[in-house]
C-alpha cells in the first residue's frame, strides 16, 4: 500500500493525505482503528436472542465473517498477515481492545446463561477469534468453497464449543 494510491482511490492528492494523518504509518494507523470500528459495527448489527450461545456463534459467523468478506484489506491489516511490521498504536489498540471485549461480554452472557463454565472468558475469546481468524483467511483466499463456507463456520465454532462443553462435563463427572 502507499500513500499514492489510497490518494487516488479516495479521489485527493498525496497532501491531502498527509495533511490529514501525518505519514503513511499515520494512515495505517487511521484505517487500523476504523477497520475495528466496522468490526464493532458488524457485530452490533447481529441481533440478540433470548439463547446467548447462539448469539455468540452468530458474532461469529454473520459479524466477523462479515466484516473480514466485506473489508479483506482491513481484515489482513488488523487481523491477518498483510503488513508484518505493523504495530498498532495507542489509538488502533484501544480500539482493537473494544472490539474484543465485546465479544468477552457475549462469551460472559453465554457463561451465565450456564454455558462454557469454569472457562475463563478471554481465553475463550481468543480461541473464537484464533479460530475465525484461521476461517476467514482461507475463505479470503479461496481455499473454502463458497457455498460451504457459512455451513463450515457454523460447524467449526459449533464443534469448538462442544469440545468446552464436553470437557467440563467430563471434569465435573470425575470430580463426583
Not at 34 to 56: G, K, M, Q, W, Y
Not at 122 to 138: S, Y
Request: some cysteine; overall charge neutral.
Amino acid at each position: 500500500m502507499s500513500v499514492r494510491s489510497v490518494a487516488t482511490e479516495a479521489g485527493t492528492t498525496t497532501r491531502a493525505v498527509y495533511a490529514l494523518f501525518g505519514s503513511k504509518e499515520g494512515l495505517l494507523q487511521g484505517l487500523a482503528v476504523r477497520a475495528f470500528e466496522i468490526l464493532s459495527e458488524h457485530v452490533d448489527a447481529v441481533p440478540l436472542t433470548n439463547d446467548p450461545l447462539h448469539d455468540l456463534l452468530s458474532s461469529g459467523v454473520v459479524g466477523f465473517r462479515g466484516f473480514a468478506l466485506e473489508h479483506p484489506d482491513l481484515f489482513r491489516l488488523v487481523l491477518g498477515t498483510g503488513l508484518t511490521q505493523f504495530k498498532f498504536g495507542p489509538e488502533a489498540t484501544a480500539a482493537g481492545e473494544a472490539a474484543l471485549n465485546q465479544l468477552v461480554r457475549k462469551v460472559e452472557r453465554a457463561q451465565q446463561a450456564g454455558f462454557l463454565a469454569g472457562r475463563d472468558p478471554r481465553v475463550v475469546t481468543l480461541q473464537l477469534q484464533a479460530t475465525g481468524n484461521g476461517m476467514a483467511a482461507l475463505e479470503i483466499c479461496g481455499m473454502i468453497d463458497t457455498e460451504m463456507a457459512e455451513k463450515l463456520w457454523h460447524e467449526t465454532f459449533r464443534t469448538l464449543i462442544r469440545g468446552w462443553e464436553r470437557r467440563a462435563a467430563r471434569q465435573e463427572a470425575i470430580a463426583r
